[in-house]
């Protein structure tokens, strides 16, 4: 008798167990990221009849920015493999050099309401006569996690500004743009300026 008693305990606990977890519902799974395998560092150079030059990653191409007409020479360095291009633009300087670098900090607060920071960091390199600033901006919504500009303050201005081809989450695109970032300092520490003929025309 108490065997048959603890018998029907039994399966009546197991039963209870079964019915339970055919009811029990599935904790849905955070959203994951995809995993992004970064290449080597490697570049190659620009270097053309423009006024100036320097090396880019080898993982991406140059392509004229819109217009190319009338801005012969802009260009978009683009990045398939991240969906992302350093847009850059030159200017030659005709006494309005103020006038580049405010425009350029305007460029970088218009950022001001989407980011928790901004970070300014000062490029300088007499050897190649370059300099300018680059502003970090973080935060998860910010357009452009990266904007520049470089010049020799006489004859040449250089803007550059980072942007993703997607609306972007950059709290998940952090260590690509780390990266990148890396390549834009490339990029400054290797500029050179040219065709002096130009420098003289354009004066």
């Given at each position: 008798?108490?065997?048959?008693?603890?018998?029907?305990?039994?399966?009546?606990?197991?039963?209870?167990?079964?019915?339970?977890?055919?009811?029990?519902?599935?904790?849905p799974?955070?959203?994951?990221?995809?995993?992004?395998?970064?290449?080597?560092?490697?570049?190659?150079?620009?270097?053309?009849?423009?006024?100036?030059?320097?090396?880019?990653?080898?993982?991406s191409?140059?392509?004229?920015?819109?217009?190319?007409?009338?801005?012969?020479?802009?260009?978009?360095?683009?990045?398939?493999?991240?969906?992302?291009?350093?847009?850059?633009?030159?200017?030659?300087i005709?006494?309005?050099?103020?006038?580049?670098?405010?425009?350029?900090?305007?460029?970088?607060?218009?950022?001001?309401?989407?980011?928790?920071?901004?970070?300014?960091?000062?490029?300088?390199?007499?050897?190649?006569?370059?300099?300018?600033?680059i502003?970090l901006?973080?935060?998860?919504?910010?357009?452009?996690?990266?904007?520049?500009?470089?010049?020799?303050?006489?004859f040449?201005f250089?803007?550059?500004?980072?942007?993703?081809?997607?609306?972007?989450?950059?709290?998940?695109?952090?260590?690509?743009?780390?990266?990148?970032?890396?390549?834009?300092?490339?990029?400054?520490?290797?500029?050179?300026?040219?065709?002096?003929?130009?420098?003289?025309?354009?004066?």
């Open positions: 008798m108490y065997q048959r008693v603890i018998l029907f305990m039994f399966q009546t606990i197991l039963l209870a167990v079964l019915v339970s977890s055919c009811h029990h519902q599935p904790i799974k955070p959203k994951g990221f995809l995993r992004i395998d970064l290449p080597q560092k490697s570049y190659q150079n620009f270097d053309t009849a423009f006024p100036y030059s320097f090396q880019y990653p080898t993982y191409f140059i392509k004229p920015a819109q217009k190319p007409v009338e801005n012969p020479y802009w260009i978009d360095i683009v990045l398939p493999k991240f969906k992302a291009t350093i847009y850059l633009s030159y200017k030659p005709h006494d309005n050099l103020r006038q580049y670098t405010e425009d350029s900090r305007t460029f970088v607060m218009k950022h001001i309401p989407k980011a928790s920071s901004i970070e300014e960091f000062v490029v300088e390199n007499p050897e190649n006569n370059v300099y300018g600033l502003w901006i973080k935060g998860q919504e910010a357009a452009s996690p990266c904007q520049f500009y470089l010049t020799d303050s006489n040449h250089l803007r550059g500004a980072l942007y993703y081809d997607f609306y972007p989450n950059n709290d998940s695109l952090s260590p690509i743009t780390d990266f990148l970032i890396l390549d834009i300092q490339h990029i400054a520490q290797t500029l050179k300026w040219g065709n002096t003929a130009y420098n003289s025309a354009s004066k």
